[in-house]
């Protein structure tokens, strides 16, 4: 399976696109423009995929095709958010909250840089909020049309009108089928397709507490120091910097635990019929979101193929974002 990582080369623009209401300065823009780095993306080349699961995207028999298609290496970190959205005095670019967790440390671990944690205590609806400003600001078409936006009182988006253009060639979330294809290697010839976590096996999955789990992911219970041990809300950092623990087949960080990746679908049952890059039902009252997280996280949920959904107002200190953008 071929990799390619794509650097996107940032274009100085002096406006911002109208699919995001914003009040920024041109002065502000500007600045703006200039202290971005555009995420770095992974290149995932789709192909044909007949399950042989009992739970995930591709399930037995099942026959999924995907078109090729990019990933964030890493998790959207405190810093790239507070770049992007600072200026916005309609949201809040400092959202995240894990620090302040009353019920554990929460505080960053030692050595750590705290700007290159994940940004986290972001709704769906602030996830795509995102998504279009970092488009606009990098001169890309906004994937989302937004409208009719109700923030609660830390400017958190709780309801929003959302109408989703994956054809356009902005920054967006990935699908649910995406982001388990990428989470598990991107080639399902490869023995790591068939792995319990993003770049690791178990021999324990299904279970709560999983050492196996320690190489690739951050979870409730290594949490305090990456070893699993007795969950210890005492001891309990929080999130962690992103990439440090090892990246699955593609090269992606912290696909499994961390913080839980808001996806793009409103979650439906997965049905037998063959299908055409899915992107669940039009509607629906909760969106897909994946990958475990440092709290609300047993091993169990870091599994790739689990499946999990959220209301998407709901901006808890362990929900996340990472970045895809469509190819085809």
Known sequence: MKIKTIFFVLVFFPVLNSCIDDDSTPDVINSLVHTINPPEMVTVYGTSVT??????VFTMGRKVHLSDFCISRYLVTRDLYKKVMIGDSHANCAPSSCDNNAMYKGSIAENEIEELRPVESVSWFDAVYFCNRLSSLTGLECVYEIKNITRDENHSIKKAEVIIKLEKNGYRLPTEAEWEYAARGG?????DWTYC?????SKNAGATKDPDLDAVGWYNCNAANGITSERNPETMHGTH??????????GLYDMSGNVWEWCNDWPADIAPNGVDNPVGPSNGTEKVIRGGSWLHGWALYCGVKVRHKAEPGNAPDYYGIRLARSLR
């Not at 399950?51 to 995930?56: A, F, Q, Y």
């Not at 976590?197 to 096996?201: Q, S």
């Open 197 to 201: 976590y993003a770049g690791a096996d």
């Open 241 to 250: 910097q992103v990439g440090l623990k090892q990246a699955n087949r593609l």
């Open 187 to 191: 080639d399902p010839t490869a023995e």
């Open 51 to 56: 399950g042989t699961d009992s739970i995930g």
